[in-house]
């Protein structure tokens, strides 16, 4: 009965959910050509430059690719902390 | 002026010559003149999954060498009238021994004499793949419902949509309904969603292929194979009439089926 349940309402665990999200992710990465490790060193990159204006919160520091309806974006989410001067 | 259509997938072993040879067969059953071309040339398969191996005489490099003539390397399928006509491929050379101008050349002179010329592409996306693509006009992406096939599809879109000229659209092989009904695999809304190209067909992983492969004759020549009819569904989409997709259902699988099973309601 449960195991009835569970399929007519969709299982969490089904596998096929755990493919297409692994593949969503492979996909953004295979499409943009960027490999996880260049992505990693895109947002080190930022980081640095950004920090040069700014004081960031690096722990909240957030680089992704994100698909908007046909387009792909790269979207970042950098939290500041405060507002420093401009480098002397 | 025909068409010519390549069969394409990027991963290996999805599925491209058994659609090949049987979309083939299916539009020569329809009345269509057709042309396969076996362009995976070192592996060659697509002459035995016909059954037409004991009749090759000159290949594919043959012809694009001048060492034969085109209509002295067809080899006619006798049971499709004279509607239907294999090019093998050379199986003691590689991809390198021709060049994609010569697959232009040589396909767009086929496409003076038959309705369709359909390409069996090899794996990969080299040398092989670029042959293979170059003299057609559109291609179709086979995968199976699996992360690795999708994602090699998902390639070979890129790579052609990149040509903007052969206008992909996908079929999907091997899919399994029982498992699709489980959550287990991907089904067909998955795949078009991912893959965000247009659907052309979908077959059923289907005993009958490897019985049919076994004896070299297709599918489609069977009235009980499904997946012989999946391929005669896609041979009238391509011929241009509106065929609806086949609903593939195991029997007594769905909800109701299980309810009246729990039930104890036979029937
Ligand atoms: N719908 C199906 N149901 C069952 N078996 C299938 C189906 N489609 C293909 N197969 C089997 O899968 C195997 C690979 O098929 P096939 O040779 O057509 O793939 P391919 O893409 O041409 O491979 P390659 O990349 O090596 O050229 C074969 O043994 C074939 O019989
Ligand atoms: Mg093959």
Redesign the interface.
Known sequence: ?FD?FA??F??ED????V??E???L??VH??ASLSPQALESLKNDLLNVISQYLDIDDQGFRVDFSRHE?AMALIANIPIKKKVGRPL | MGEAIVITSGKGGVGKTTTTANIGAGLAQAGQRVALIDADIGLRNLDVVMGLENRIVYDLVDVVEGFAKLKNALIKDKRFNENLYLLPAAQTRDKTAVSPEQMRDLVSSMKEEFDFVLIDCPAGIEQGFKNAVAGSDRAVVVATPEVSSVRDADRIIGLLEAEEKHHPSLIVNRIRPSMVKKGDMMDINDMIEILAIELLGVVPDDEFIVVSTNRGEPAVLNTQSQAGQAYRNIARRLMGENVPMMKLEDDNQGFIGRLRKMMGIKG
């Open positions: 009965m009835l399929r007519v969709g299982r089904a596998s096929k959910e493919a297409k692994r593949l969503r492979v996909l295979d499409r046909d």
